[in-house]
């Protein structure tokens, strides 16, 4: 793990301003000797890739905000985000003769997947160099002419229909180009195409082999972008109507924790089970949670309206004597020192140090307490 170890150097300026002025302050030299002893862990940082963080089973949750005025704990199942997920399909019939990526392979948008061979593709390529050849000998015609009419050789009527037909032809082209990329683009000979990724994403499923013949619009691969997964779960009618979008729910299975929000709650019951749908967003940058897991959820329902601030019991660490919790950054974590007050069970509620609006590191949060300490010893010697 790459690791840094920051330590801001404003207490030592503070220090040296005051022996400077030669005030001799009995007071003020103590005050900046304690700052200057002080370790300033709000500049501690531990540096980790998303990779990195869930090989070291860290789990990353929100501050709870508000009273609490209960939650409801029902069971859930983790499911693609239908906005990150795509079907793959042949736009036109024809047989497999390549297939370049396979089930779970992360691709990028615009990388080829397969290649399609058939006479609908050559058809297609072929409109397309005929259109090329046309709009060629248009806008020669229209050079030729507009030097005619230069000369007064040629009359206006000759140049408008020169410049007509140009036009015509290149919309032509244009066309038939169009038709080429809705079919996949080239695929490397006049009678292929080529079947590309629409998004970023993953293979998550594959239908296509290779030499079978597929008929247009049947599908070959199903792609998702699993960064952000949904939590799909059911309530009573009662208790949705204690649900509003945006409720805190946290995500529950063996050995992993997370928070996500509220995006969804159906304003009409399943016809078949009496229930509300409700759907949330978690992220899953770290890859914890797979499709079709069954989960464990706990809604938080709003308080009395008080901006109290609980966390996880496991989210508190003590460094050099002081209560610390490890907050989030682009690019790991930084220590951040809090006042801790009561604990409400296996929450613990933050009388200073944080908004309510950062994403702390609970689970396994000592992990990071120990790189600290390591990277400390590493910087003494």
């Known amino acids: 793990m790459t690791r840094h170890f920051v330590r801001a ?13 030669g005030t001799g302050a009995p007071e003020a030299d103590r005050a900046a000797a304690n ?14 890739t998303p990779e990195q963080i869930g090989a070291a089973g860290i789990v990353v949750v929100e501050p709870r905000l508000g009273g609490s005025a209960g939650s409801i704990e029902l069971p859930a199942t983790i499911d ?14 024809g047989r497999l003769v390549s297939l370049t990526r396979n089930l779970g392979e992360q691709v990028r948008r615009g990388d080829t997947l397969a290649i399609i061979e058939s006479r609908e593709a050559a058809s297609l390529h072929a409109a397309v160099e005929a259109a090329g050849a046309r709009a060629a000998l248009a806008r020669s015609t229209l050079r030729r002419e507009q030097r005619l009419f230069a000369e007064r050789v040629s009359p206006e009527q000759d140049l408008i229909a020169a410049r007509t037909a140009a036009t015509e032809a290149e919309i032509a082209l244009r066309l038939a180009r169009q038709q080429v990329a809705a ?55 009662a208790d949705a109507g ?21 995006s969804f709650v159906s304003p009409v019951l399943d016809a078949g089970t009496r229930q509300v749908p409700v759907i949330a967003s978690l992220d899953n940058r770290a890859g914890l949670w797979r499709v079709g897991e069954a989960v464990t959820a706990t809604i938080r329902l709003a308080g009395s309206g008080d901006q109290s601030i609980s966390i996880p019991a496991t989210a508190l660490q003590t460094i050099d004597g002081k209560p610390m919790v490890f907050v989030a950054t ?42 600290l300490g390591k990277n400390a010893a590493g910087e003494e010697d």
């Open 330 to 371: 682009p690019t790991g974590f930084r220590a951040v020192p809090v006042t801790p007050g009561r604990r409400d069970g296996p929450m613990v509620l933050i009388a200073a140090g944080l908004t309510g609006r950062e994403r702390i590191a609970a689970a396994n949060s000592f992990i990071l307490k120990a790189e």
């Open 35 to 48: 700052a200057l002893a002080a370790p300033d862990a709000g500049q501690t940082l531990v540096t980790l």
């Open 183 to 237: 079919a996949g683009g080239g695929g490397g000979g006049l009678n292929r195409l080529a079947i590309r990724a629409p998004i970023d994403g993953r293979i998550v499923a594959r239908s296509a082999v290779l030499g079978q013949t597929v008929a247009a619009d049947a599908e070959l691969f199903r792609m998702a972008n699993l960064d952000t997964v949904s939590v799909a779960a059911a309530l009573s009618p």
């Open 80 to 93: 693609g985000d239908p906005d990150r997920t795509r079907v793959i399909s042949a736009a036109i019939g």
């Open 242 to 262: 204690r649900v509003r979008p945006g409720s805190v729910i946290d995500i529950v299975a063996p050995g992993r924790r997370g928070s996500g929000r509220i």
């Open 9 to 21: 150097i404003a207490p030592a300026l503070s220090l040296l301003a005051l022996a400077g002025c």
